[in-house]
């Protein structure tokens, strides 16, 4: 429709240079204007969902190679968002003590970065239904192994967790004062292989994909216990009931139709717990 709105709006551009008579011309600026307005009004149609997230937490959101986003958030948030009928979704990449600032001054419309749902977050904003359990876990150095055989071992110690995260709270209140927190989880995981810390405090699947994906893994190791269980949830502006209800109405969909399932152990290599 819209190439042949332009073509149209050109020849009646062309029959009013022509001036047959005032008449002619008030018809052919109407109708140039109809078409302009019946494309302007195909563009508005199209809905995207704008979603923030904190690209540095395989297998949650991280960049490939090309630049651009993938894991297990951003393809369940695509799916959501094709349930939910937006004809697209637009991954936004910033810092995670961004994200919440971002979606209450409308610069985006939803959240999915691995974000605990927590009484003080939801204060902020509103979550949707739990899409993902987690919990705590601590790495250290295996040279290490022998002297902090459990988390209490920690207490007193330098620690290392990306800012904002429940992990940097819990590694707060292991060692008060003595945590330093970073922007990203693999700058964590870095100061801890230079022996700048003597645990990160993380999501343990971020934990076991780091042990089992990277290369940088090496010398470390992970500490036998789980804290804290933790609920993911997708936040969205604070009274903001239909999009909520969108986003609730696609996750229920994806469990029932079993590409929750699938989505789940293309990243997790295991069933989900609930």
Do not use: H
Request: charged letters at 25%.
């Amino acid at each position: 429709m819209g190439l042949e709105c332009v073509s149209r709006g050109r020849a009646l551009v062309f029959a009013m240079k022509l001036k047959f008579n005032g008449l002619f011309k008030t018809l052919a600026c109407a109708a140039a204007f109809g078409c302009m307005s019946l494309s302007a009004a195909s563009v508005a149609e199209a809905e995207t969902l704008r979603v923030g997230t904190e690209a540095t937490y395989a297998p949650f959101e991280f960049a490939n190679a090309d630049g651009s986003l993938t894991g297990f958030d951003v393809e369940l948030i695509r799916a959501i968002g094709k349930e939910a009928g937006y004809d697209d979704v637009e991954v936004i990449n910033m810092p995670f003590d961004g994200l919440i600032p971002a979606i209450m001054t409308s610069q985006i419309d939803t959240i999915i970065a691995a974000m605990t749902i927590t009484e003080e977050r939801a204060k902020r904003v509103d979550f949707s239904e739990p899409y993902y359990t987690s919990g705590l876990s601590v790495l250290i150095l295996e040279e290490n192994a022998a002297k902090y055989p459990n988390v209490n071992a920690l207490k007193g110690q330098a620690l290392c967790a990306q800012i904002g995260t429940t992990g940097a709270m819990t590694a707060e209140k292991l060692s008060p004062g003595k945590v330093k927190a970073f922007n990203t989880e693999p700058e964590a995981f870095m100061e801890l292989k230079a022996k700048g810390c003597e645990g990160v405090v993380n999501d343990r699947p971020i934990n076991l994909y780091f042990l089992s994906q990277s290369d940088a893994s090496e010398g470390v190791t992970e500490i036998n216990e789980i804290l804290t269980a933790e609920k993911y949830g997708i936040a969205v502006r604070k009274g903001n009931t239909e999009l909520l209800d969108k986003l609730n109405a696609g996750l229920k969909t994806l469990r029932d139709n079993g590409t929750y399932d699938q989505i789940y152990q293309k990243w997790f290599k295991l069933a989900p717990k609930d």
